[in-house]
């Protein structure tokens, strides 16, 4: 950026391109259908371009080098990071599975919210509905919770997120001074692993309530301030193909569902 601004870290812009990318390419697919030749060819051409960057994000190990006179020497050889090399492969394996075949062709940094009671993050009315001793239904929740927009299934969502990682932490930590301390903190712990998963059900059947909800504040600020570029590319890359399967799986639906009514009214 000119004007001595600081402009954004080399992660974020990363991150930030492969979001745009994906919006140009996919945004404007509704249909069940192959993937116009030019912007298949345009998303191939571009993600291989900000994949390159992994080529040079190593790690050093321990190597032989083997010299000319028959003689070795140990060396510090270099490979790819870990968890690109494991991560890496798959994204992209993912990636031409749900990228639409031609018909002729054969297929091919962590942030946490500040530490405060969870109940005090959800609230009263969605704490209630988590802590029930029954059976757990998240859809049930949710309807009653009556969002009517994207705003508050926004700010429900952002609330469930933070108190989601306020139980994992806390059903995570445990000290007890006494032998009955020690039965009251797995009480206690039990219970935060429990309410810490209906947070995450109740999380999942949010987003899948709302497809084109925007990012929580989690998922901002990790993207926000997140400076590892391998750790860029691997959320950002995994975040926009899960939206592109969400996409053909409600592609998918619909035409099931079409199918299905026609055949009644047949």
Known sequence: ?????????????????????????FGSCHRLEPLPVEKKSMWRREMDCLLSVCDYIVE??????????????EVMATRPRSDIYVNLPALEKLDDMLLFPDRDSSDKGCWYPNVQCGRASVGDAIYRGMS??????????????????????????DRVEAAMHVWRRKAGHGHARSPWGAVKDLMESDKNVMLASRAEDALLCLKHRFPGLSQTTLDASKIQHNKDVGQ??????????ESLAYTIVTCIDDVLFADESARKIG
């Open 1 to 25: 950026m000119s004007g001595g601004g600081k402009g954004v870290s080399t992660a974020a812009a990363i991150s930030n391109a492969i979001t745009n990318l994906y919006a140009t390419v």
């Open 60 to 73: 050093f190990f321990p190597s032989k080098d083997i010299l000319p006179d028959g003689t070795t020497r």
């Open 132 to 157: 029930f001793p029954g059976k757990f239904s998240p859809e049930y929740l949710l309807d009653c919770l009556e969002l009517s927009s994207e705003h508050e299934a926004l700010e429900a969502a």
């Open 232 to 241: 860029a590319v691997l959320e950002s890359y995994s975040r926009v193909l």
